[in-house]
């Protein structure tokens, strides 16, 4: 299985990202881990992403493309992964179906969760109260919605042009939204490629 979840925060990209990676036995790639684990590590790149990840804003395409692309030819060579998190703008989209060609693979699926600022807003600052993440403030959370509505929304149209794209409502249980998923992978054309 060859998936991308293409999802606001707050989403729960994380949690359907885990638990398709368990079912279809690939790996979970998910973007801003690897960043954050890139931070972590340290030197002037670190610098940058931590700068980046803690305003809310996208990290360069060149860096993420270098971060994402050694993960992904991985996991292609070991039945497939779940993109979480990337491709996040049109540039990155492009890069990844190059990647996908040069690996002599296609993706099949793309899966939009959506649910309503205020619950996404919600989510967040919830999971900000028990110790979660830094960018996990009001501030930044509006500035990551918008953002996704501005640079990363366009890639809906994009992945249903293509007849991969799978659309599941993400204000229900964690439960429900994984059978969304399943219902909605299934129906899809096994013929669809991007
Ligand atoms: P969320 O979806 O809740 O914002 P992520 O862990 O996916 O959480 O992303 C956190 C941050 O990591 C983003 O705000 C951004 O700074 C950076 N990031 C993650 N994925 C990408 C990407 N594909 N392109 C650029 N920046 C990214």
Redo the contacts with the bound molecule.
């Keep these: 299985m060859r998936l991308l979840l293409l999802?606001?925060?707050?989403a729960g990209?994380g949690t359907q990202g885990d638990r398709l990676a368990a079912r279809y036995g690939v790996r979970h790639i998910?973007?801003?881990?690897l960043?954050?684990a890139e931070a972590q590590a340290g030197g002037p790149l670190g610098a940058e992403i931590a700068a980046?990840?803690a305003r809310?804003?996208?990290?360069p395409?060149h860096v993420?493309l270098d971060v994402m692309t050694p993960a992904v030819v991985e996991a292609a060579a070991h039945g497939g992964y779940i993109l979480?998190?990337?491709?996040?703008?049109l540039p990155?989209a492009l890069a990844a179906a190059e990647l996908a060609a040069r690996l002599g693979v296609t993706l099949q699926a793309a899966v939009y969760l959506h649910a309503p600022d205020d619950v996404l807003t919600r989510r967040?600052l919830g999971r900000a109260g028990q110790g979660g993440r830094t960018?996990d403030t009001a501030d930044v959370i509006r500035h990551?919605l918008q953002l996704f509505a501005e640079t990363t929304g366009p890639l809906v149209p994009y992945y249903a042009e293509r007849g991969i794209l799978v659309e599941v409502n993400a204000d229900q249980s964690p439960d429900a939204v994984t059978a969304d998923i399943e219902a909605g992978l299934s129906k899809l054309s096994p013929a669809g490629d991007a």
Excluded at 7 to 10: S, V
Excluded at 56 to 59: F, I, N, P, S
Excluded at 84 to 89: A, T
Aim: glycine share 14%; proline share 10%; hydrophobic share 30%.
């Design positions: 999802a606001p925060p707050g990209k998910a973007a801003g881990d960043l954050r980046c990840q809310g804003d996208l990290v395409d993420v979480d998190g990337f491709p996040r703008n990155q967040l960018d990551r």
